[in-house]
Nanobody, 121 residues
């Protein structure tokens, strides 16, 4: 059984910070070319937040560029998302996933429980 387990979400005030973690079980992140974070707000489509490749190249959504940082620790088999200067628009359930390409991840039939991030005063 392959599972990606997200954690670290919570309620934070605008301008605050959170650090999300994604732990893999039944597989290891180093087997995938692309791993990343996605989010889904109520009534909206799931969207890409940030991805990182096996060569540590990164891609960010314009809405989070300069505020979020994605990183990975292959030894710990863990993916991270450092979120700073949070805005109410960042409120969503955050998921991690992996695959050979961004296009493949978008079509994935597997998504975990995710972790809820709520930015509100």
């Amino acid at each position: 059984q392959v599972q990606f387990v997200e954690s670290g979400g919570g309620l934070v005030q605008p301008g605050g910070s959170l650090r999300l973690s994604c732990a893999a079980s039944g597989t290891i992140f180093r087997l995938y070319y692309v791993i990343g974070w996605y989010r889904q707000a109520p009534g909206k489509q799931r969207e890409l937040v940030a991805v990182i490749t096996s060569g540590n190249l990164t891609l960010y959504a314009d809405s989070v560029k300069g505020r979020f940082t994605i990183s990975r620790d292959n030894n710990k088999n863990t993916l991270y998302l450092q979120m700073n200067s949070l805005k109410p628009e960042d409120t969503a359930v955050y998921y991690c996933n992996a695959g050979p390409s961004i296009a493949t991840i978008r079509q994935s039939t597997y998504w975990g429980q995710g972790t809820q991030v709520t930015v509100s005063s």
